[in-house]
């Protein structure tokens, strides 16, 4: 079975710092992963997700996240933020072998900025 | 495309009532979610649908919520009696597996109170 931990519940930043937010999986197997992004009052928006290939993956609004299997993580980062940037996180995983499309999500990290 | 709809974005009613949920998925995609997303719980997944037919329905909290899916274009959820411990918001999300990657795509949920 596959699992999902994001090691941090909450992470407040500076305006314009540098953030990295952290997911590490579980899986015997080849994964599809994912970051989404959930604004207030809103649904989730996929930020970017890692299927094959290159380990960095590239994704909207200046975010970009590392697949390291050795390490089993997949880690987010961004440069620098912006009050904008103010949201949950959400890591999620899934099989790429199984037929369902079903897809394991951490339990978030909220992340908030202070001008 | 106008992405997954979900009706109606907020809904609040009383201790026993009926409720019902509404989710216009992407046209074309295969795979049908429910979630619901509380403070104390993060996101849960109810159910899901292949094709108009349930897969997985062991998310569901007991036999008071039922979904269905009667055509490729419309899903319902419905609480009945409702309780207070069922206020949550209520996401629907879909994905075309045939694309590959298998990626959601939220509404932007329904936010429930019950009283």
């Known amino acids: 079975a596959q699992s999902v931990t994001q090691l941090d519940s909450q992470v407040p930043v500076f305006e314009e710092a540098p953030v990295e937010l952290r997911c590490n999986y579980s899986s015997s197997v080849s994964v599809y992963l994912f970051w989404y992004v959930q604004y207030p009052n809103q649904g989730l928006q996929l930020l970017l997700k890692y299927l094959s290939g290159s380990t960095l993956v590239k994704g909207i609004n200046g975010f970009e996240a590392e697949f390291n299997k050795s390490q089993t993580s997949f880690h987010l980062r961004k440069p620098s933020v912006h009050i904008s940037d103010t949201a949950e996180y959400f890591c999620?995983?899934?099989?790429?072998?199984?037929?369902?499309?079903?897809?394991?999500f951490g339990s978030g990290t909220r992340l908030s900025i202070r001008p | 495309d106008a992405g997954v709809i979900q009706s109606p974005r907020h809904e609040v009613t009383e201790m026993g009532q009926e409720v019902t949920l509404r989710c216009k998925p992407i046209s074309g995609h295969d795979y049908l979610f429910w979630y619901r997303q509380t403070m104390m719980r993060g996101l849960e997944l109810l159910i899901y649908f292949n094709n108009n037919v349930p897969i997985d329905d062991s998310g569901m909290p007991e036999d008071r919520f039922s979904a269905k899916m009667p055509n490729a274009s419309f899903s319902t959820l419905k609480i009945q009696p409702s309780e207070p411990r069922d206020s949550a918001v209520y996401f629907c999300a879909s994905s075309d597996r045939t694309s590959g990657s298998g990626t959601q795509y939220f509404g932007p949920g329904t936010r429930l109170l019950v009283l």
């Open positions: 999620a995983v899934s099989d790429p072998r199984s037929s369902a499309s079903k897809i394991i």
